[in-house]
């Protein structure tokens, strides 16, 4: 299947003042054509500072894409203007910001912001760019899409401003879309209809998804690929079921046994002890190895080369390294 977005060795830092904090230390993966692409992990990982770089969006000062390179249609968007990077953002590859209740602009109409996208992409008349959103806030099911064009943000439920966003998003037609956290601040019932509208929309217009999220739940209904993502690293890669049924990093083992289930009665919640690493001075090993169980010796001093499971699962981590298993010994507990 066709490569659409190949992120190689990407590496974003922070200036503070109380020194760099590196918050995405080497990730590489691809996106497939029309497929979800989950990028998971908890709080603090580098998810949506990952794909923020990916939309040019870090903010420089303090921040910066330190190395790397993030390959689209034959171009290394690290490279590009910023002139060129308008072009780009919103037309080829758009976004989802993570809160839809303050990610609209207040002062404007939504018709408005969304007209604003079609114009500065297409060279369209007023009145087409118009027709276009109120078609687009039809396909996201925004009922009496030509009256509600008029009203403002304050007027719409959160799911409805997450469905707006989504238009938002779609409007000039990208090929990627990139959704970072788009049903957190939503409630059950109304998660559930912006799942089955991202389904319905990539069914229709066949745009690539790559899904920003914390929640194992929403990447079991909708992710093709899962990425697992920790301390600015991907320390796991495989398709939904592989990641789900036969994980391999004991951190994806630890996000899976933290999920409650409603299957089982016997089912115990497992935390994960201890806290993530310092990305100020992040270690030179594995970055899981204060908390995992399974640490060696060699985990604390070599980052573990990645070890191919299959077509699509990659894992690193020094358990799947025979020669390492048989050499090291167990050292280190959690604290």
Aim: glycine share 8%; charged share 20%; net charge neutral.
């Amino acid at each position: 299947m066709e490569k659409i977005l190949q992120v190689k060795d990407l590496q974003v830092a922070f200036k503070t003042f109380g020194g760099e904090v590196q918050a995405v230390r080497g990730v590489t993966f691809d996106l497939l054509k029309g497929e979800t692409l989950a990028i998971v992990g908890e709080s603090g990982c580098g998810k949506s500072v990952t794909s923020q770089a990916i939309m040019g969006l870090i903010p420089s000062p303090p921040g910066k894409i330190a190395g790397g390179e993030i390959i689209f249609k034959n171009r290394d968007l690290t490279s590009l203007p910023e002139k060129e990077w308008r072009n780009v953002r919103g037309a080829d590859i758009s976004m989802i910001f993570q809160d839809p209740m303050t990610a609209l602009n207040p002062t404007l109409t939504v018709g408005e912001q969304i007209i604003e996208g079609i114009i500065q992409h297409e060279k369209i008349a007023r009145t087409q760019a118009k027709a276009k959103a109120i078609d687009m806030l039809n396909l996201v099911g925004i009922p009496v899409p030509e009256s509600r064009m008029k009203q403002y943000p304050h007027q719409f439920s959160g799911g409805m401003r997450q469905r707006i966003m989504i238009a938002m998003a779609l409007i000039c037609q990208p090929e990627i879309l990139i959704a970072d956290e788009p049903t957190t601040a939503l409630d059950v019932t109304i998660q559930a209809q912006i799942l089955e509208l991202f389904r319905d929309i990539q069914n229709r217009t066949g745009v690539s998804i790559v899904l920003i999220t914390h929640d194992l739940g929403v990447v079991a209904q909708v992710a093709d690929r899962i990425a697992v993502m920790y301390a600015g690293k991907i320390v796991e890669t495989g398709t939904r079921r592989e990641i789900f049924y036969n994980p391999q990093h004991p951190y994806t083992r630890g996000l899976l046994q933290s999920v409650p289930r409603l299957d089982r009665e016997d089912a115990e919640l497992i935390p994960i002890a201890g806290s993530p690493p310092d990305l100020f001075a992040p270690p030179t090993g594995c970055p899981f190895t204060a908390r995992c169980e399974s640490a060696m010796e060699v985990c604390s001093r070599v980052y573990p080369i990645e070890t191919k499971l299959s077509e699509q699962h990659q894992v690193h981590c020094w358990l799947q390294d025979q020669r390492a298993r048989k050499l090291a010994v167990p050292v280190i507990t959690i604290s």
